[in-house]
Structures are given as structure tokens and as C-alpha cells.
């Protein structure tokens, strides 16, 4: 009998290669398509994507799949083979219609969500709200689960993971993070308001991060957005954005490490797995976990910026003349409290999305009304952070996630955030101090590290299995804390 293996895998192929034009238009679409070609864009998308599910529902590839089950003997064949299973029976399991109510409710969610937001009136959006969740526990419900709808939407982000564990794993995090927010939480002043950081200086310093970081620019790019993104068509073309403000050097700073810290997973995969089902990242989570070791626990630390801080000088001599170290560490590490998400420091995001996670279970569950969301948001503000939202748009409203009906996927936040911790102080274990090649700008031991450890693992294991090979333990918040304990305390 022949192999199924060489017919599954350029079935497989194909698939990556519709992906990787998908992903060549939508980054097109956030960095140089002209506005009028809006519409067409939409279309050509839906065209591709359309065509993918096709070819991934396929019965044809369905019993391909089904005989490379039976032939699989290598571990990597076997991975490749639950890989691909895992996608294409979530793809089988939701009826076409099902599929295209919920593409309709989420672009009239986005709409909703939009115009509520410039109301400042929940209710404008409440009804699409009510729509999409209905839509979802559907959705969940043909997907299957063991009686918690949120595990079967958790999954499409964080496959294998269940809700029972990241919760008990979020209330440990949570009962850590509340009094240290309430010991390390103050006003900082800022130092840097009113001075100007030259676009090209910028735009200068941020390629040199990245190539420092190790980011091929022979196999990828970085180009500006709105809303930054780590996007493209291959591990050979692994397309960054970021963004520019001339007045706060942070989003370029920062936006560019994090995006380089994704970029580096997906230029990292494997050759010899390129277009397989194992060239992949294991979960959302991981993914967050390599931008957020790049951008906080290397890009916030003392030791990177006694190296980079000077430079960095050199390029904004105006903007920075009379700012010491100490005084740009001191703004680089502000703790405080906040009331939007995509502007907390690292040691108040995780209660961001603590708070969002438990809502939205409540919400998908039944336990809490559409109606009452927005109070039950203040009040879990006011618990978590000591602070109240003047109005929704700053409060229930400022996500899109929502909006898109995504539920399920900010706890992979905090997973990037905890599953960082965990690698950093693994790859100290096993490289000694971390402290002295920062210091001296040499960013190669620990991006080699996580090159051979995690990104060439590509898809072998589930997200939190790899985690366990590498670290010696699963998911915990233990070494996080520990993390910001010696750093804040
Ligand atoms: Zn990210």
C-alpha cells in the first residue's frame, strides 16, 4: 500500500498557500491599499477564504486524513496528523449557515460597537451583543464540549486548554496581583511630555532592535499601520508593522519588540516542516508569550537600556537631553492605574483581562445579562483596580474582541504573559544570568535559545506540553510573580 502521506500533504499545502495570500491581502489592506479599493478587497478575501474552506472540508482530504491516522509511526507524523484533524473537524462541525449568520452578525457587531462607542451608549450595542452571543453558544454546541460552552470556543485560541484550569490558574494571578497593585500603584510624573521624537529616528531605531533581536529582513519586513500586526504569507515572509508618534517614542519602541517577538516565532519554524501542519504556533497564547518576553522582561529591563538608552540618545538628542537613565526607566516601568487595557503596564494588564475573561464566561454562560454588563464591569473595575469608568466607552466598550463576537480570547493574553515568566526563567536556568548580554546589546543567546526551544518545536505538542518540556512545569503564575517581585518590590 502507498503512503498517504506525500497526497495529504500537498493537500495540506494548498491550504497554506490560500492562508498565505489571505494574509498578503489583509496586509495590504492595513498598509498601502488605496480607500477606494475597500470593497473589492472585502470581496477577494471572502473569495480566498471561501475557497480555503472548501479545500479543508473537503472529504477528499477528510479520508486522506483519515488513512494517514492509521499509517502515521513517527511522532511528528502523528502530531502532523491531530494537527490537521483538529482544524479540519472544527471547520466540518459548523453548518454553512450557522458560519454565515455569525460573518453577518460580526461585521453589523463592528458597526453597532463603532456607533456606540461614538454615543458613548452601550446600549447601541447591546443588541448585536445579544445576537452573537446567541450565535456562539451555537457555534459551541456544534463544536462539542463537556457541558461548559466556554471550553469549546476557548479551544479555537488555545487548543487542549480547558476553562476549569486557566480560571483556577486566573484566580491564584489575581489574588497575587490585587495587593501588589495597591503597594506599587502611583501617579508617575511624566517626564517626556511636549518634547518631540523625529519620525526617521525613530523609524531607524526600531530596525536596528529588530535586527539585533535577530529578525531576518531578508525573509520578512517592517512597514507602518494603525493597528500594529505580525502578518504574512511564509516563514520566509513574515511582514511587521508598527506605528509612529512623535510625541511618545513608546508604541514605535515597544510595538516594534513585541511584533518582532512574534515575528521571530514565525520566522523560526522548522525548514523541514515548512507548508506541514507542524509549521504553526500551538496556541494564541504561546504566540503572545514570545512578543511579551521580548517587549517586558527583556524591552522594560534595566540592563537592555543601559546599552540601548544611549543610542537611543544619539538619535533623539533633543527630544532626550537632560533625561537620565534612571528617569527613562522610571517611565518605561510606570505602574498605575488605568482604565484601558492597551495602555496598562505589565503588572495591572493581567487584571484587564481577569476581568474580561470572567465576564465574558458569565455572559456565554448565562449568568449575566447583556443588560447588566456594563455595571457589572464598573463594579469588577472598582474590585480589581480601584477605579470607575466616567462612561462605557472607556469602560465596557473600548475592545473590538467583543464586537467580533470573540469570546475566548483575551485569558490568551495573560497566557503570553505567564508562559513568558516561565521561559525567561527557564532559559536563565539553562544559559546562567540573562543581565550581562543585554547589557551589552547581545540579544543572540537568549533569541537562540528560544529559536531551538520553541519556535523549531513549531506545532509537535500542545501549547501547554511544550511549556512542561521546556520549563519542567505546566501553566502557573508563580514565576511571573516571582518575576515582578524582583522587579517591583
Ligand atoms: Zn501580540
Not at 488605496?34 to 472585502?42: D, F, G, I, L, T
Not at 492509521?70 to 491531530?82: G, P
Request: with cysteine; proline share 6%.
Amino acid at each position: 500500500m502507498t503512503s498517504p502521506f506525500p497526497a495529504f500533504r500537498a493537500r495540506w499545502r494548498e491550504l497554506k498557500d490560500l492562508a498565505g495570500l489571505v494574509g498578503l491581502a489583509s496586509w495590504d489592506q492595513e498598509t498601502y491599499m488605496p480607500p477606494q479599493a475597500a470593497s473589492a478587497r472585502a470581496g477577494q478575501m471572502a473569495t480566498l477564504q471561501g475557497l480555503y474552506h472548501e479545500r479543508l472540508v473537503d472529504p477528499v482530504l477528510g479520508q486522506l486524513l483519515e488513512r494517514a491516522r492509521e499509517a502515521a509511526q513517527t511522532d511528528d507524523e502523528k502530531a502532523e496528523v491531530r494537527v490537521a484533524t483538529l482544524e479540519r473537524d472544527r471547520a466540518v462541525r459548523v453548518p454553512a449557515d450557522l458560519v454565515r449568520a455569525l460573518a453577518d452578525a460580526q461585521s453589523r457587531g463592528v458597526e453597532q460597537w463603532k456607533a456606540a462607542r461614538e454615543a458613548k451608549r452601550f446600549d447601541v450595542f447591546a443588541p448585536s451583543l445579544q445576537k452573537l452571543l446567541k450565535l456562539r453558544r451555537e457555534q459551541a454546541d456544534a463544536l462539542g464540549h463537556e457541558g461548559n460552552r466556554y471550553d469549546a470556543l476557548l479551544e479555537a485560541y488555545e487548543p487542549g486548554l480547558r476553562s476549569d484550569r486557566l480560571m483556577k490558574t486566573l484566580a491564584a494571578l489575581r489574588e497575587a496581583l490585587v495587593p501588589r497593585v495597591q503597594k506599587w500603584a502611583t501617579p508617575a510624573p511624566t517626564l517626556l511630555d511636549g518634547r518631540k521624537f523625529p519620525k526617521d529616528a525613530q523609524w531607524r531605531f526600531t530596525l536596528r532592535l529588530l535586527k539585533d533581536m535577530g529578525f531576518d529582513f531578508e525573509a520578512g519586513r517592517q512597514d507602518l499601520s494603525t493597528h500594529p500586526f505580525t502578518g504574512g504569507t511564509h516563514p520566509k515572509d513574515v511582514r511587521l508593522t508598527t506605528r509612529i508618534d512623535e510625541t511618545n517614542p513608546f508604541p514605535a519602541l515597544f510595538g516594534a519588540i513585541h511584533e518582532g517577538g512574534h515575528g521571530l516565532f514565525e520566522q523560526g519554524f522548522a525548514e523541514a516542516d515548512f507548508g506541514t501542519a507542524l509549521a504553526a504556533a500551538p496556541s494564541m497564547g504561546l504566540h503572545e508569550s514570545q512578543s511579551r518576553l521580548w517587549e517586558n522582561l527583556v524591552g522594560r529591563s534595566a540592563p537592555f537600556w543601559e546599552h540601548y538608552y544611549p543610542l537611543f540618545q544619539k538619535e533623539c538628542p533633543d527630544a532626550l537631553a537632560g533625561v537620565s537613565l534612571e528617569q527613562w526607566l522610571s517611565q518605561v516601568n510606570r505602574v498605575e492605574r488605568t482604565l484601558v487595557r492597551v495602555d496598562a503596564d505589565e503588572v495591572t494588564y493581567n487584571l484587564h483581562i481577569i476581568l474580561r475573561t470572567e465576564l465574558e464566561r458569565a455572559l456565554l454562560a448565562g449568568d449575566l445579562s447583556v443588560e447588566g454588563l456594563p455595571g457589572a464591569w464598573r463594579e469588577a473595575m472598582d474590585k480589581l483596580l480601584g477605579i470607575r469608568p466616567q462612561d462605557d466607552k472607556d469602560g465596557v466598550l473600548q475592545d473590538i474582541h467583543w464586537a467580533w463576537g470573540e469570546f475566548g480570547y483575551f485569558p490568551t493574553y495573560a497566557l503570553g504573559n505567564l508562559y513568558a515568566a516561565q521561559m525567561y526563567a527557564a532559559a536563565e536556568r539553562d544559559l546562567g544570568p540573562l543581565a550581562p548580554h543585554l547589557r551589552r546589546g547581545d540579544l543572540r543567546p537568549l533569541q537562540q535559545w528560544l529559536s531551538k526551544n520553541v519556535h523549531a518545536q513549531g506545532y509537535r505538542y500542545p501549547a501547554e506540553t511544550l511549556v512542561e518540556r521546556v520549563t519542567g512545569k505546566g501553566l502557573d503564575q508563580e514565576a511571573f510573580v516571582r518575576y515582578l517581585d524582583a522587579k517591583f518590590d
